[in-house]
């Protein structure tokens, strides 16, 4: 009987052992992908417009947001995973199911959220959520009090966030 238990032990670190492999290889390969969009995407920008002096500009949030999505992709898959796993815990699927819709419901927030921040008439801005907080980035310069407070109204408004738990960060 403890030979059976120890047998069924063994399987399962070593089915955990090729899990942790495959997410920390298919960390690696998302990392070595944002990379390389991102500097395919200022070598093309570079190509499309030579005397355009700044290309940082609308990279960051065109870069941002594809790493985002393939992170949060990534991620996914790897709840996928976990979820339709022969060897997963009726526990570790339900956990994975939680984190899946947690995913989906900051993905959904973060799209709304950046949708009214726009519409007051900034001209591109980030949103990210976690647990804790949520991280606004917005592309304006001069950033006022006023326009500060638009968007900490509109995050508060929206979330069930308060105030203190807004970060708001001008980029330019």
């Known amino acids: 009987m ?7 032990l063994g399987t399962t670190l070593k089915a955990n052992k090729k899990k942790i492999i495959v997410i920390v290889s298919m960390i690696a390969l998302l990392v070595a992908t944002g990379c390389l969009n991102y500097f395919l995407n200022v070598k093309q920008q570079s190509v499309d417009n030579p005397d355009q002096g700044n290309v940082s500009t609308p990279t960051f949030f065109a870069t941002y947001r594809t790493d985002r999505e393939a992170t949060r992709n990534q ?19 339900a956990s ?13 927030t973060e799209l709304v959220l950046e949708g009214l921040i726009k519409a007051k008439g900034f001209e591109d801005c980030i949103v990210t959520i976690s647990t804790e907080n949520v991280n606004v980035v917005v592309m304006d310069e001069d950033l006022s009090l006023e326009d500060a407070a638009q968007i900490l109204n509109i995050v508060v408004t929206e979330t069930e966030f308060t105030a203190p738990d807004v970060v708001i960060i001008p980029y330019v």
């Open 2 to 8: 403890k030979s059976n238990k120890l047998s069924k």
């Open 75 to 93: 991620e996914i898959a790897y709840l996928d995973e976990i979820i339709n796993s022969a060897t997963s815990t009726e526990t570790a699927i």
């Open 96 to 108: 994975a199911e939680s984190q899946k819709l947690a995913i989906t419901g900051a993905m959904e």
